[in-house]
């Protein structure tokens, strides 16, 4: 992926923040919105107090808070805001494991916002778990709507020799993946522009997606999953997948239904779409209760519980 040379100046600025806050020790576990929001409606969260409140909990802070070389960093990144007499960052610093990563800060309202959360550690314990099960050589794999990158960022360091394709629409989830890939040292992931596999040719011995599946009235790119309730995307990734897996190969897609009347319309059509001998497949819920405030917004008035599910289908040789 090209980069204009302020592009690029930028996003080195943001590697470099990214190296220092690594050997300070800096870390952050990054939650859902709802408890991010309860957290910081607290009197006491008003205001950053330490690099923690300015990078993981996104709130304001006075310049003195942070280094010369920590603010003329934000602002060579362009992602430094002001807040009246206050700064604020624009992206957040997330940890995973040994990994430091740069995502879009809270809230995430913009319609190319680069999303991380409770989301990303299960998909990334998805993947953990294939691998370890299934240790066969993986050549060619790819991470379909890739966002900050974790899918990509996990298979190419578990397997060094693989070439890795991190896809996404939004050019700024690739620009910070590429920052994250380079933050861990990692140089056999390629960032790519495409529709999920429309912009790339040949097949795969693993596939991942962590796509968006909510129902978003805003059509934000990192949340609208399409359809009636936010299944549609999961359905062309099932889709498009199958056809591109090689002999042997592994999609491994973790997703949120909306769950009504006790009915889970995603298996439902998974098994209209992977009937017959050609594909082995598993779908396993892994949590049966997330993001309940969504229940509250529109579309959702005969939702019982948005569950967290992941399918793995193999193509059989």
Known sequence: MMLDPEQAQADLALLQLGK???????????VTPATHARNNARD???????LRDVFGWS???????????????????QVL?????????????????????????????????????????????????????????????????????????????AAPHAQVSALDINPLALRYTA????????????????????????????????PPY???????????????????????????????????????LYTGVAIVEGRDALLEAVRLRLAGPQFSWVYQEIDPDVFGEQLDEPGYEHVERIAAVALTVTRNG
């Open 44 to 50: 006491s969260a008003r205001q950053a107090s330490n």
């Open 20 to 30: 220092r806050l690594r050997a300070d020790g800096y870390r952050f576990t990054c």
């Open 59 to 77: 709130r304001p802070f006075a310049p003195s808070l942070l280094s010369a070389d920590e603010l003329q960093a934000l602002q060579h990144a």
């Open 214 to 252: 909510m129902l978003d009235h805003n059509a934000r790119t990192y949340r609208h999953g399409g359809g009636a309730l936010g299944a549609e995307l999961s359905l062309r990734i099932v889709e498009q997948a199958r056809e591109r897996l090689s002999m042997r190969g592994t999609l491994l």
């Open 179 to 210: 920052i994250n890939a380079a933050l861990a040292g990692i140089s056999n992931v390629s960032v790519e522009p495409s529709d999920l596999l429309y912009g790339v040719t040949g097949t795969f011995d693993l596939i991942v997606a962590n």
């Open 81 to 157: 805001e002001q807040r009246g007499e206050l700064l604020a960052s624009k992206v957040r610093w997330s940890s995973l494991d040994d990994l430091l990563l740069v995502h879009s800060a809270y809230p995430t309202h913009a319609s190319d916002a680069v999303f991380f959360g409770p989301d990303s550690y299960r998909f990334a314990q998805v993947i953990h778990d294939h691998l370890q099960r299934c240790p066969d050589r993986v050549e060619h794999a790819v991470d379909i709507g890739c966002g900050s990158g974790v899918g990509a960022l996990l298979i190419a360091r």
